[in-house]
């Protein structure tokens, strides 16, 4: 990529990333048979293994050692880290029960809940468009729960712990990659522990020699971390409103693994719900789209 700009750079790693993140339940459905705690365990301890490795290549110990004293931070990234494994919990659980549309529609009402929690929490003042994107995306939930008789639990839980898992990292401002090594540093002493567990009650997936199913849980870590290392290096490239457009593409790949891939069913409720979440993310992208230029133009 050395040849191209450094724009240019930046789409191709924030098109890797989200399609990689939209991809990835091709992954979790592959090792479905294996339970979502263990799978989860073996996400944080190979993501752990590999992080090291990169901490230390990137020559970043030296911060990492700097950071571990600062308890005032390491009380925020308990937190995030709790938050970050129970979204990879609910996702890999939803994956394997076919309720893949489920967590693709989490993550398309996150940002919208990562505005509110921008009003909430940091006194942000939206623009009325991104008041009627807000009010949209509630009024979706509410119809769902009326047509359907049950809240979409799965998305829910999705779209707020990731939300408040940015919420905490963008109160800490941390690198990614630190900030995540160190989450799952964290989250390693509970996934050994819950693997010796399974190993004492002969109730594991992952055994010795290793089986077909063994070898696809090794490569947690790389599925874990690759993408996030795109993801930075598009972030360092282009703007955050770029991004903000490129993430819609990871639950665009999941929604249409799901229903042409999986055959999972959508029916009619759930598709209208789709559609005025969809609607949403049209008014508030192009909100922040022509909010920009007016904010670019009055600069000059």
Do not use: C
């Amino acid at each position: 990529m050395k040849n191209l700009s450094e724009e240019v750079q930046g789409y191709i790693y924030a098109i890797l990333a989200f399609v990689f993140w939209g991809l990835i339940p091709i992954y979790f459905k592959l090792i479905s048979t294996v339970s979502p705690l263990e799978v989860l365990a073996h996400r944080i301890i190979w993501s752990v293994v590999l992080l090291f490795g990169i901490v230390i290549f990137s020559k970043q110990f030296g911060a990492f050692k700097l950071l571990v004293k600062d308890f005032h931070k390491i009380k925020y990234l308990i937190l995030s880290a709790l938050l970050v494994s129970t979204n990879w919990l609910v996702f890999i659980w939803a994956v394997s029960h076919n309720m893949l549309t489920e967590a693709s529609l989490g993550y398309y009402i996150n940002p919208l809940v990562s505005i509110a929690l921008g009003i909430i929490f940091f006194k942000d003042r939206p623009r009325r468009w991104q008041q009627v994107a807000i009010a949209l995306a509630f009024i979706a939930i509410v119809y769902q729960v009326v047509a359907i008789g049950s809240l979409p639990i799965v998305s829910l839980a999705l779209a707020f712990s990731f939300a408040f898992y940015g919420l905490i990292r963008k109160k800490v401002n941390l690198p990614s990659v630190t900030g995540l090594y160190i989450e799952t540093l964290i989250l390693f002493p509970l996934a050994i522990l819950y693997f010796i567990f399974l190993v004492s009650n002969g109730q594991n997936a992952f055994v010795f020699p290793f089986d077909g199913v063994s070898y696809l849980l090794l490569l947690a870590g790389i599925v874990t971390v690759i993408p996030l290392l795109w993801f930075n290096a598009a972030a360092t490239k282009i703007s955050l409103l770029h991004i903000g457009f490129f993430q819609y593409i990871g639950p665009t790949v999941s929604f249409l693994l799901a229903i042409f891939v999986y055959d999972e069913v959508l029916g009619r409720e759930k598709l209208i719900t789709f559609v005025m979440i969809w609607i949403a993310l049209l008014i508030f992208s192009l909100d922040a789209y022509f909010g920009k230029k007016d904010r670019d133009s009055t600069q000059k």
